[in-house]
């Protein structure tokens, strides 16, 4: 990111030390050592108080930037889709379990929601990777870590519909036996 040496230039411009130019914003001097290093970047607070010291505008300070701001934001918004699928997975199963101590009606409704909210976020999810084309786990973990993003090559339409088929008979019995195996070990059904 350009705005590390953008904030050095203009705090030199200004005959500040980083010190000084750290009390005038009230933060510490590795605050403002880590945003010169592109380590961190500056709240809007900070963005607004740095472009006020120096007699320019935000505008001005982030122009550069602005690509790198977006990005660094859609992969948080991505990362946390992630983790809500996860968890959303997670609660799913917790909420299948909570049969052995809650009403069963209070179950299935924690059951549906959990796995409603699931599937809303994995529909978010593939929108977003279709709009960044990440096609495969690869690339979006690429994409996570910073890394270079590989291109896809691209595949039949059948050799596509047959690995989502076979994805679906693998998630299904990955799934329906550990269901089976909770059912069966916490809950005491039997088959």
């Known amino acids: ?3 590390g040496s953008v ?15 750290a009390e005038k914003l009230y933060v510490s001097r590795q605050t403002i050592s880590n945003w010169e290093t ?6 809007v ?3 607004v108080l740095l472009a006020t010291i120096y007699h320019t505008t935000v505008d001005v300070l982030i122009h550069d930037d602005v690509g790198e701001i977006q990005r660094r934001g859609m992969q948080q918004r ?50 977003t990777a279709k709009r960044l084309q990440l096609h495969t786990m ?7 870590n910073n890394e270079p993003v590989q291109a896809h090559d691209k595949v039949s339409r059948i050799r596509v519909i047959s690995q ?4 679906a008979i ?6 329906g036996g550990l269901l089976w195996w909770l059912a069966t070990t916490f809950l005491g059904w039997s088959f």
């Not at 809500?84 to 209070?106: D, E, H, K, N």
């Not at 693998?170 to 799934?175: N, P, S």
């Open 138 to 144: 690869r690339q979006i973990a690429a994409y996570l």
């Open 38 to 43: 592109g380590k961190t970047y500056p709240d």
């Open 7 to 21: 904030l050095v230039e203009y705090r030199k411009q200004a005959g500040l030390s980083q010190e000084a130019l």
């Open 78 to 127: 991505t990362r946390w889709l992630m983790i809500g699928v996860l968890g959303c997975i997670v609660a799913t199963y917790l909420a299948f379990l909570s049969q052995r101590w809650l009403s069963p009606v209070i179950s299935a409704l924690l059951i549906g929601a959990f796995t409603t909210i699931g599937i809303a976020l994995i529909v978010i999810g593939s929108l």
């Open 45 to 47: 607070q900070s963005l």
């Open 1 to 3: 990111m350009r705005l």
């Open 164 to 167: 989502a088929i076979l994805g």
């Open 170 to 175: 693998i998630g299904l019995a990955l799934g």
